[in-house]
């Protein structure tokens, strides 16, 4: 199993910011990659799934990915507290009918 | 219907007990997985059914015995847990065409 890796955070960025989170994986053969975000004692929920290099919008999320550099990342514009949020980066590995998770970025958004 | 549903949402067990955690979808996805998940860790993969056959065990102690009735429903058996064993169980499930997958809301498991 290779390494998918997130800064663990505290991340805090004020209300209104852009909140950048950030990837990376070893996994040279991975094709998906998806953000969850995980509120306290909540399951995760998939916000942002990306499979070409470039960027992806949805709404106030872009999610970024840079297979050459493999990482991929996460922008949140106009940043709201109910952001406030541990956010999961995963991949899908080489061969696995499964995902891989990083250990999540906990991003508080300060009003 | 959308959703990945499990029940019960919250269960509380001794270590000589024996339980079941179920859930369902009826997306008409063919994987479907058990998640277990401490606090402040990521999910940690037990179980993967792919077309209701066991396809991935990650090494999961006998004490958790995962069944998959049919293609909507997957159920897990408890029997004679560890304290440490107290979790967050997450259920998932997939379609055939992405690996997207989507969380049912997990069952908070207490053992006593």
């Known amino acids: 199993q290779k390494e998918v890796e997130q800064n663990s955070g505290p991340l805090s960025v004020p209300e209104g910011a852009i909140a950048s989170l950030n990837c990376t994986y070893s996994d040279r053969g991975s094709q998906s990659f998806f953000w969850y975000r995980q509120y306290s004692g909540k399951s995760p929920e998939l916000i942002m799934s990306i499979y070409s290099n470039g960027d992806k919008e949805d709404g106030r999320f872009t999610a970024q990915l840079n297979k050459a550099s493999q990482y991929v990342s996460l922008l949140i514009r106009d940043s709201q507290p109910s952001d406030s949020a541990t956010y999961l980066c995963?991949?899908?590995?080489?061969?696995?009918?499964?995902?891989?998770f990083g250990t999540g970025t906990r991003l508080t958004v300060i009003p | 219907d959308t959703e990945v549903t499990q029940t019960p949402k919250h269960l509380v067990m001794g270590m000589t007990n024996k339980k079941s955690l179920k859930c369902e979808q009826h997306?008409?996805?063919?994987?479907m997985y058990w998640y277990k998940q401490k606090a402040k860790k990521p999910p940690e993969l037990m179980f993967v059914?792919?077309?209701?056959?066991?396809?991935i065990n990650e090494s999961v102690p006998s004490r958790f015995s995962p069944e998959c009735p049919n293609s909507s429903l997957l159920n897990l058996h408890l029997h004679a847990l560890q304290p440490e064993d107290s979790a967050l169980y997450l259920c998932a499930s997939r379609p055939d065409s992405s690996y997207e997958q989507y969380f049912g809301p997990g069952t908070r498991l207490t053992v006593t």
């Open positions: 059914y792919s077309y209701e056959k066991l396809s």
């Open positions: 997306m008409g996805h063919r994987a």
């Open positions: 995963a991949d899908d590995q080489t061969g696995a009918n499964n995902l891989f």
